[in-house]
């Protein structure tokens, strides 16, 4: 079992920056890749940005050049720093953990809310 505990969220302006942070616990070494989703009222949960073990990263078009995903495999943590946040933004952040093809751990998610 691996257990993802996501922190960081919050009300921001659009414009600003904010900075998610995603702890990992349990079975660690058993992840192959990292991501984060979200999911905004009314809509499908999406993919925001992946990272992979050896650290190759991915995003969605609409976060690229806006956001960055990495790894501190010492604090077994990801973060996902997030710049010029847009109103469409807002959603509900989630962390997530890729074993095989599998994305089978999840995080609580945490809130992020952009004011327009």
């Known amino acids: 079992q691996v257990q993802l505990v996501e922190s960081g969220g919050g009300l921001v302006q659009a414009g600003g920056s904010l900075r998610l942070s995603c702890a990992a616990s349990g079975r660690t070494f058993s992840i192959d890749a990292m991501g984060w989703y979200r999911q905004a009222p009314g809509k499908q949960r999406e993919l925001v940005a992946t990272?992979?073990?050896?650290?190759?990263?991915n995003y969605a078009d609409s976060m690229k050049g806006r956001f960055t995903i990495s790894r501190d495999n010492a604090k077994n943590t990801v973060y996902l720093q997030m710049r010029s946040l847009k109103f469409e933004d807002t959603a509900v952040y989630y962390c997530?953990?890729?074993?095989?093809?599998?994305?089978?751990?999840w995080g609580q998610g945490t809130q992020v809310t952009v004011s327009s």
């Open positions: 990272i992979t073990s050896g650290g190759s990263t």
């Open positions: 997530a953990g890729k074993r095989g093809l599998r994305w089978d751990s």
